[in-house]
């Protein structure tokens, strides 16, 4: 058997229970070999630190997987008060502690109130954003500290899920592109003390759910009962992330003039993006209708293999 030979087309999405202490790629690359899948990529990385919901998206999927980076995100954080840590959570060294008086109920809601809605985050330095070419970690871990400008995030949910002690801990819903680690120690310098993220699980990102996830260990334990097959079972269609857009059917002759490049009459929402779908009922991409929702270009497009794993 050659080295390729052991790799498969598959595609669709799967939802990965991401255990503590293993970076995104690692976790995709793992699951990758024992889906024995081409192509794959995540949708978006959790830190080491954080365990929770990650979607993988394999082969056709990944074409949808910006879908999955701009969605809504959702997290159970517990925030240790009292002391701040180089990277804001568990992982780095304390580099100040503070005391810590426990708020009352009404100072809290207060607190937490203040945060809802539309606001501006600055990223940390341990952040995978790049300045001058370089990632921001890499300079952090080399001393080094620049300005980040600050960006526009939305929280729509914060609620206190318990406060024992000095660890808060929170459920938060929020817009792509908050650093839960710098909205921690934002809320305890609220408090009048200092923060960083104890523990960080992320349990839904767009329409999926941490519920539906799955564990490597289960996949690992599957396959070892001989299995196989049985583990595309737990991937979902290549169109999952896109439930919630409009759906447009198409009779045989535009739907392969949209399968040419070409865009076709079609009525749909003004200016929306729909999921394409073939005489059959079948997923074929999706499109853009124009402003007066009077015709559709194609945006993506399945590749013409598309018919499940294999």
């Known amino acids: 058997m050659t080295v390729t030979s052991r790799w498969r087309e598959v595609d669709g999405v799967f939802l990965l229970d991401k255990a503590s202490g293993i970076t995104s790629n690692a976790a995709l690359q793992q699951v990758r070999r024992l889906f024995r899948a081409r192509k794959a990529g995540h949708t978006g990385s959790l830190d080491p630190l954080a365990t929770g919901l990650l979607p993988l998206c394999f082969g056709e999927a990944t074409k949808f997987a910006g879908h999955l980076l701009d969605s809504p995100k959702a997290y159970e954080v517990t925030v240790k008060l009292g002391q701040r840590t180089s990277t804001g959570d568990a992982e780095g060294e304390v580099t100040e502690s503070r005391p810590v008086a426990e708020p009352d109920q009404t100072t809290l809601c207060e607190v937490l109130d203040s945060f809802r809605g539309e606001q501006w985050q600055v990223p940390p330095m341990y952040s995978a954003l790049k300045h001058g070419g370089r990632r921001l970690y890499q300079l952090a871990r080399a001393g080094e500290e620049v300005e980040r400008p600050a960006r526009r995030i939305y929280l729509h949910e914060l609620e206190l899920l318990k406060l024992e002690a000095d660890l808060l801990s929170l459920r938060v819903g929020c817009s792509k592109g908050t650093y839960v680690r710098t909205l921690a120690e934002d809320i305890a310098s609220r408090l009048g003390t200092v923060g960083h993220v104890a523990n960080l699980r992320r349990t839904e990102v767009g329409c999926f759910q941490l519920c539906a996830a799955r564990r490597i260990e289960d996949l690992q334990a599957k396959l070892a009962s001989g299995e196989e097959p049985a583990i595309d079972d737990w991937l979902l269609p290549v169109d ?71």
């Open 240 to 310: 999952a992330a896109l439930v919630s857009e409009p759906a447009l059917k198409l009779d045989p002759e535009p739907a392969h003039r949209l399968r040419q490049g070409n865009p076709v009459v079609a009525v749909g929402p003004p200016g929306a993006r729909v999921r394409l779908l073939d005489p059959s009922g079948a997923f074929m991409g999706t499109g853009r209708m124009d402003a007066l929702g009077r015709q559709v270009a194609p945006e993506r497009l399945l590749a013409a293999r598309q018919g499940g794993t294999g």
